[in-house]
């Protein structure tokens, strides 16, 4: 799922940026980064939203607010996982792509 949405994220970034500069402007690997990084945003957007609500259940006595910060601090829990899984598939990506077209300049 997360592929998906890498691969659609990216696509519309490669077109944003194209109709925005009128095909002219950064490379794709700029526009790629950028496009990851959004992804990136809305992930630890949506961790500090699910940290906002846990802080309305903490510190009560009551068993519900108990139970429902139980639930957020899981929620959070997959969140911080997906956003460490993104971030490292970022880096992974960017870095091989930048050594391959490093490693295809010095063979120019």
């Known amino acids: 799922m997360v592929n998906v949405d890498v691969n659609i994220s990216v696509g519309a970034a490669g077109l944003n940026a194209t109709k925005e500069s009128g095909g002219g402007g ?32 903490s510190g009560s006595d009551s068993k519900e607010d108990a139970q ?15 956003f460490s899984m993104l971030s490292n598939t970022i880096s992974t990506a960017l870095k ?9 300049a010095r063979k120019q």
């Open 26 to 57: 950064e490379s794709w690997l700029v526009a790629m980064a950028k496009a990851l990084g959004t992804m990136l945003g809305e992930k630890a957007g949506n961790m500090v939203q699910t940290s906002k609500e846990m802080e309305k259940y």
């Open 96 to 104: 091989s792509i930048g050594e391959g077209l490093t490693a295809n």
């Open 68 to 82: 429902k910060f139980s639930e957020l601090q899981t929620k959070f829990q997959a969140e911080s996982q997906m």
